[in-house]
Every structure is written in structure tokens, then in C-alpha cells.
């Protein structure tokens, strides 16, 4: 079935380091890719999405491209903060499924 | 204007308790689900509902049993109450099921003593 296999934590960093977690995913068809943030003591949060090959989700300047020929999704951001500091999963939705698939987590902590 | 929210968010209780978690979302979405996150942070899919009508149910004790009383509320009843239970119980929503985006409540941090 389809799955997400996201890149094992913790993830420890200095501020203003750049950040990558990889992310590949197993589906058939074409499925919508996410990321979404987890801060602490809270739910998760929409990070970022792109629902077909070669496109680029962005926000709060975190980046990810839907790379049909290596099926990943990696999420990257050039200068990582305090704040970002929380656990991002990466997830998949198809039509062959009713549910989100989710990668195991990643927990990133920022130091200053 | 919380657009899925969730209450209680804690809940702690004895073991062999009977408890219920409820879930709203005023997004207008036809789809919820109930999502367990356990303490390494794994999230699985208990449930799903569109329209009001089952359509996931996974390996779940038979303990849990969600009722959706219309398209915008889904609670969550849980029977008979283990250890094993405590976790966090997430409730979703989406416009459809498939490809769509889900959004998230807050959480329900549920510990069973």
C-alpha cells in the first residue's frame, strides 16, 4: 500500500543553518504530497503541500519539490530559527485511500 | 472561529472508565477522521466518516466507537478504558477524502491511570 518514509530524528541544529529532511513516498497513481508542523503541546499544522510532479510548495520559507522520478518531497529551509523548532511529518493523500499516510516524524530542535 | 476543534484537551481518568472526546468543524467539509498519535509520535488512522457514513475503520478494539450525529461532529466514545489508551487523539476534516488537504484540531491528551 501506498506509504511515506521520512528521515529518522532527532535533527539537531544551530540557528541560521540549513535544514533538510528527506522524504520519498510508495504510491500508485498520483498522490498529494504535505508537509505538516507539529509544535510542542499542539496539533498539526498545514506546513506546506504540492499535489502534482514538479511542483515547489513553499511557506514561512520552507521549501519542498514533488519529485515524481525519485517519488520525494524533501523539505528544506536556508536559515532555520528558534521557533522552528517542532516535529514535521511528511504525508501523502491519494484516491486510493480514504486516510493520510504519514511518515514517522521528524523532531528539529534549533539552538541558538 | 477555530475551524476544528476538539474537546476535552486533556483527559485523564481511571482505568475501566468509559469517556467521550468530541470533535466540530465548521469548514463545511464532508469527510472527519480520528487519528491516535502514540508517545514516539506515530500517527495512525482509527476512522474515517463522509456524509455521516463509515468508510475507514481500522484495527481498532471494538471499545471505540465513533458516532457522527451530522456532517459536522464527529465524537469519539471510548468503553471500558486501558492503559494502553493514553495517547493523543486527533480529530480531522477534509472536503472529500482522496487527494484533499486535512485539517487538524488541537489534540485531545488522553491518560488513562
Known amino acids: 500500500g501506498d506509504s511515506v518514509t521520512q528521515m529518522e530524528g532527532p535533527v539537531t541544529l544551530s540557528e541560521e543553518a540549513f535544514l533538510t529532511i528527506n522524504c520519498t513516498y510508495t504510491?500508485?497513481?498520483?498522490?498529494?504530497l504535505f508537509w505538516y508542523v507539529q509544535y510542542p503541546g499542539e496539533g498539526l499544522q498545514l506546513l506546506l503541500k504540492?499535489?502534482?510532479?514538479?511542483d515547489k510548495g513553499s511557506n514561512k520559507g520552507f521549501e519542498a519539490t514533488y519529485r515524481k522520478e525519485t517519488t520525494s518531497f524533501h523539505l528544506e529551509k536556508g536559515s532555520v530559527q528558534v521557533s522552528d523548532s517542532a516535529v514535521y511529518f511528511c504525508?501523502?493523500?491519494?484516491?486510493?485511500?480514504?486516510?493520510?499516510?504519514f511518515g514517522a516524524g521528524t523532531r528539529l530542535t534549533v539552538k541558538p | 472561529d477555530t475551524a476544528v476543534s476538539q474537546t476535552p484537551k486533556y483527559l485523564v481518568t481511571q482505568m475501566g472508565n468509559d469517556k467521550s472526546i468530541k470533535c466540530e468543524q465548521n469548514l463545511g467539509h464532508d469527510t472527519m477522521y480520528w487519528y491516535k498519535q502514540d508517545s514516539k509520535k506515530f500517527l495512525k488512522i482509527m476512522f474515517s466518516?463522509?456524509?455521516?457514513?463509515?468508510?475507514i475503520n481500522e484495527t481498532v478494539p471494538n471499545r471505540f466507537s465513533p458516532k457522527s450525529p451530522d456532517k459536522a461532529h464527529l465524537n469519539l466514545h471510548i468503553n471500558s478504558l486501558e492503559l494502553g489508551d493514553s495517547a493523543v487523539y486527533f480529530c480531522?476534516?477534509?472536503?472529500?477524502?482522496?487527494?484533499?488537504?486535512?485539517?487538524f484540531g488541537p489534540g485531545t491528551r488522553l491518560l488513562v491511570l
Open positions: 504525508a501523502l493523500a491519494s484516491y486510493n485511500n480514504n486516510d493520510m499516510r
Open positions: 466518516y463522509n456524509n455521516k457514513e463509515l468508510i
Open positions: 480531522a476534516s477534509s472536503q472529500g477524502g482522496g487527494r484533499e488537504t486535512q485539517y
Open positions: 504540492a499535489t502534482k510532479a514538479d
Open positions: 504510491a500508485t497513481g498520483y498522490p498529494s
